[in-house]
């Protein structure tokens, strides 16, 4: 069973920039894509970006596109998130996930990390 933590939540002021870690265990992180999610206080949760796990191959959210990114690590067994130009409406627990093993991303997430809190505000 694969085990998802993410770290390097905060507080930061508009235009501000963060990254976020999606570290692995349990399986290799080869075997997966990852997704990010996040949910703002009182809303749903939203989805916000995935990367395969053959050709890296990465989606993002209108809502983020051009201002985060993400990337991969299979020696260190972690996804990273970097967030740059960061607004107030970015705020919320921020949440790594994968799908079952050998699928690409889409819309079944069947592993959730715990979540990371972000903060956007002056």
């Known amino acids: 069973q694969l085990q998802l933590v993410e770290s390097g939540g905060g507080l930061v002021q508009p235009g501000g920039s963060l990254r976020l870690t999606c570290s692995v265990s349990g399986s290799s992180l080869d075997y997966y894509a990852i997704g990010w999610f996040r949910q703002a206080p009182g809303k749903e949760r939203e989805w916000i970006s995935c990367?395969?796990?053959?050709?890296?191959?990465?989606s993002y959210a209108d809502s983020v596109k051009g201002r985060f990114t993400v990337s991969r690590d299979s020696a260190k067994s972690a996804v990273y998130l970097q967030m740059n130009s960061l607004k107030p409406e970015d705020t919320g627990v921020y949440y790594c996930?994968?799908?079952?093993?050998?699928?690409?991303?889409?819309?079944?997430?069947?592993?959730w990390g715990q979540g990371t809190q972000v903060t956007v505000s002056s």
């Open positions: 996930a994968a799908p079952p093993a050998s699928w690409s991303c889409g819309t079944q997430y069947d592993m």
């Open positions: 990367i395969d796990r053959r050709n890296y191959g990465t």
